[in-house]
T-cell receptor, first 112, second 109 residues
Framework: DAGVTQSPTHLIKTRGQQVTLRCSPK?????VSWYQQALGQGPQFIFQ???????QRGNFPDRFSGHQFPNYSSELNVNALLLGDSALYLC???????????FGAGTRLSVL | EDQVTQSPEALRLQEGESSSLNCSYT??????LFWYRQDPGKGPEFLFT???AGEEKEKERLKATLTKKESFLHITAPKPEDSATYLC??????????FGKGTKLTVNP
């Protein structure tokens, strides 16, 4: 049983560019959340998707947007990249029967 | 606003030397308190969920406890493979998890 998978593993971009990160949830899970983790910090909630709709959003600008597909996979898009967007981006999935979020290995984004 | 504070920031133990990590929290209507383990360059790995004061959960050398204001992660006779960053998170009235900064544990052989 595959867990939460994220791609790509690493990504290097320059300021002003746009990036798309991808996430496949754990089998049987229908809810996907995205978190940003800066070095030495705990993960910070970006947003959550359920039934292809954004259910909740954290304190992040509109440059951060997302999408959920009918197969429950999800994308995180970041426009107009800033140096401060460099971080580990984590995807977490959850099923409807248990209130536990399981995390993927993350995508390490470096903005130069 | 929900908040989580973890202490200490870093902890260095000798193999077999038991200790505890602290997680203090403020939350509106606790739905759950979560402990995760994170190895360098990897995503957080779920350890425990606690839902109400007085609850305890155990797994191998780890035991998590919960009061109305804090949670403790007790590590008994740790081994070098227990070295990792331990993250505490709370879930209040919303779906999001609010994390602390973590405690980096190093266990020396």
């Amino acid at each position: 049983d595959a867990g939460v998978t994220q791609s790509p593993t690493h990504l290097i971009k320059t300021r002003g560019q746009q990036v798309t990160l991808r996430c496949s949830p754990k089998s049987g899970h229908d809810t996907v959340s995205w978190y940003q983790q800066a070095l030495g910090q705990g993960p910070q909630f970006i947003f959550q998707y359920y039934e292809e709709e954004e259910r909740q959003r954290g304190n992040f600008p509109d440059r951060f947007s997302g999408h959920q597909f009918p197969n429950y996979s999800s994308e995180l898009n970041v426009n107009a990249l800033l140096l401060g967007d460099s971080a580990l981006y984590l995807c977490a999935s959850m099923g409807s029967t248990k209130n536990i979020q399981y995390f993927g290995a993350g995508t390490r984004l470096s903005v130069l | 606003e929900d908040q989580v504070t973890q202490s200490p920031e870093a902890l260095r133990l000798q193999e077999g030397e038991s200790s505890s990590l602290n997680c203090s929290y403020t939350v509106s209507g606790l739905r759950g308190l979560f402990w995760y383990r994170q190895d360098p360059g990897k995503g957080p790995e779920f350890l425990f969920t606690l839902y109400s004061a007085g609850e305890e959960k155990e797994k191998e050398r780890l035991k998590a406890t919960l009061t109305k204001k804090e949670s403790f992660l007790h590590i008994t006779a740790p081994k070098p493979e227990d070295s990792a960053t331990y993250l505490c998170a709370v879930q209040g009235g919303s779906e999001k998890l609010v994390f602390g900064k973590g405690t980096k544990l190093t266990v020396n052989p």
